[in-house]
């Protein structure tokens, strides 16, 4: 089995907290990961940090075998990454089908608001709508839309960047369950599609039902790895994570 990512010691601060610490993981190609642990326990900073959105302190990070380096968020292109946000990142002022164009051009987002748009990028953004079901919605403003549909449309960025290896920041909070379904049947199409999603989830359902392998991470160490049902079932897990 391919690992896509590999990290060793990987080590990140903020203010005198280790976010992250000392951590050594793989992931898998093709695979769900899931990635669970308590409020704070540096689940989103590693997320960051893979996707370039943060620095790090010390430790290793390997794609696919090869060392790499901080990049600028927009780089990640470059990797075959694209991730979502805990808190909603769009352009709220801008139309749903301009929030998939910028990204299928250029990747610094200041500039590609400029770009201008030729029929194919239309079509790629109109089919990339169809996949998410925004297309009805295509013509609104991000800002216009429902909560859900915010975060449908986010996924819909990753899926026009057509990114290998996929962050997923907590995709499912605050849905309602039809929503919920829609987005579970994305992921499930995207590992049919051999990419690979990182998936931050706290429902512990979805995480049994979609991931392939489980990460726990607690006070940003690593506390526990390997089948969901397997590692939920842990007395460390259900004591640090679940309070049981
Ligand atoms: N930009 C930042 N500046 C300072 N401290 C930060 C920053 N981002 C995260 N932290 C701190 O790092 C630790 C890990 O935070 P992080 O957001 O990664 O946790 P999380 O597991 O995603 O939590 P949640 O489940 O609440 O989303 C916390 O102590 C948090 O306060
Ligand atoms: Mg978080």
Avoid at 19 to 42: F, H, Q, Y
Avoid at 107 to 113: D, M, Q, S
């Amino acid at each position: 089995m391919k690992q896509v990512i590999e990290t060793k010691g990987l080590i990140k601060f903020f203010d005198g907290i280790h976010a992250v610490d000392n951590l050594s993981l793989s992931i898998e190609e093709g695979k769900i990961t899931g990635i669970v642990g308590p409020n704070g326990s540096g689940k989103t900073t590693l997320i960051n940090i893979l996707s370039g959105f943060y620095n790090y302190d010390k430790g290793e990070i390997f794609f696919s075998g090869a060392k790499r380096k901080k990049i600028l968020p927009w780089e990640n292109k470059i990797y075959g990454t694209g991730r979502t946000f805990q808190q909603i990142r769009l352009f709220n002022q801008m139309k749903v089908i301009d929030n998939i164009l910028v990204v299928l051009t250029e990747r610094n987002p200041f500039f590609a608001l400029f770009e201008r748009h030729g029929e194919y990028h239309i079509k790629c953004a109109e089919d990339v709508l169809k996949k998410v079901g925004l297309y009805e919605k295509r013509g609104s403003y991000a800002k216009d839309l429902s909560y859900g549909q915010q975060k449908l449309l986010e996924i819909g960025r990753i899926l026009a960047i057509k990114a290998d290896i996929i962050f997923l920041d907590e995709p499912f909070a605050g849905l309602f369950p039809e929503m919920i379904k829609r987005i579970e049947n994305i992921i499930r199409e995207l590992k049919n599609e051999n990419k690979t999603v990182i998936l931050v989830e706290h429902n512990m359902n979805i995480i049994r039902e979609l991931c392939d392998h489980l990460i726990v991470m607690d006070a940003g160490k690593l506390l526990a790895e390997g089948r969901p049902e397997k590692v939920l079932s842990e007395r460390a897990v259900l004591e640090a994570y679940l309070g049981e």
